[in-house]
């Protein structure tokens, strides 16, 4: 069962591994040391919950329902749109910049469960990386080697976000500097505008 279990593990690696909008939420809680184990749980929980629908067929069901594909499309590029613009409204506002370990701007526990749901499934990219793309190749296999599969996946998971979050604390002196902060709401703004303009673009 050990090549099943590094399909899984590989497979999912391979495609959380790229810049999106979860990565870049956790990247940032990491940086704040905010609720990071929750995020860490819930990502992981998200990913296995979505690999293990996908696995059993249901994400082939679920493109084919274009109403399903158009409420996370529109809605989250508004969603977006939105994040984006209160990043660069974080950026330009000097005093809104965050800082590690400055509680006065750690969201609450409510806020941040919210927000991560929000990032991971209003967008359809999600479904497509985790249910379509990584369910399909587990659905190949026969059950056993399916359960291997997605304990691979989930694993490769969890590695990463614990990495995300964890190693980010590595960058946190450079973030004590408001220029870093502003560079990096920057970044942040654009990437989720960018994303949203995507989303609506792209049939």
Known sequence: MIIPFIKGFLTTAGLITAIGVQNIFVLKQGLMKSHV?????????????????????????????????HITKYGGAIFLLF???????????????????DTQHVQSITQVTLTLLAVSFLNPHTYLDTMVLIGSIGAHLNDEQQIFFIIGA????????????????????????????RIFNIFVGLTMWTIAASLILTE
């Open 154 to 181: 989930t694993l490769a998971s969890l590695a990463w976000f614990i990495l995300l979050c964890y190693g980010a604390r590595y960058l946190a002196p450079y973030f004590q500097r408001r220029e870093v902060w």
């Open 37 to 69: 184990l929750l995020v860490i749980l819930m990502c992981c929980a998200i990913d296995s919950m979505l690999v293990t629908i996908g696995v059993n067929g249901v994400g082939k069901l679920i493109i084919t329902v274009p109403h399903l594909l």
């Open 83 to 101: 994040y984006g613009s209160k990043a660069l409204l974080d950026a330009y506002r000097c005093e809104m910049v965050m800082k590690p370990n």
